[in-house]
């Protein structure tokens, strides 16, 4: 996911440079996420200062319209969407849960902890964690034990803010589960070799 996350920032910066109307969109790195999904008692805002401060140097995050958190829990992965314009945080759980659960625990520690680290590092000026919580709950849900993952993807890639494309449907993961692979491996900050990786994970009888 946090490779994943990374090229969704490069694809999107490119869409922008194409056509600046559409809806700005950033994802949070996996790594600083986990940092900040611990309890608000226990956070450390310097832990975070330098690593904000450089992404904000990159970035921008102030001129982004919808901040991503992808958040993974128990093996579990989640999404917090934080709308800067209308000020708004949508919560997508692919499994269809009520928000009265561990991981959404884990979300409001991270926007809370996100929202006190922007101001301290002087990234963000407004204070997101008193933004409006919302819980859209029409869009697609997984039906597989294993998908989560993909499908905070492309909950990543279909909400605009007010509404979700929800012309992906469940048939489609298998397809997109390939197209995924494709971008990981192809990435230049892929480490694994295709060709290792064919060996690995085709090959086998």
Known sequence: MALWSYEFKIEEAELREKDNNIVKKFALSTVLTDKLKIE???????????????????????????????????????????????????????????HDTKYFVSTKNVVTNFSKACIQAGVLNKDISLFYWKYPTDYPHQKSLHDCGLYTMLYMESWNGKKMDTTFEPHMIANYRKLAAEILLLSSRNDILTSEFVEKYCNQK
């Open 40 to 98: 608000p008692d226990n956070f450390i805002q310097d832990s975070c200062n330098t690593a904000l401060t450089k992404l904000n140097k990159s970035w921008d995050l102030s001129k982004m319209d919808l901040l991503f958190s992808p958040i993974v829990e128990e093996a579990h992965w989640v999404l917090v969407s934080v709308n800067m314009f209308l000020k708004e945080i949508c919560w997508f759980n692919s499994l269809g849960r009520s």
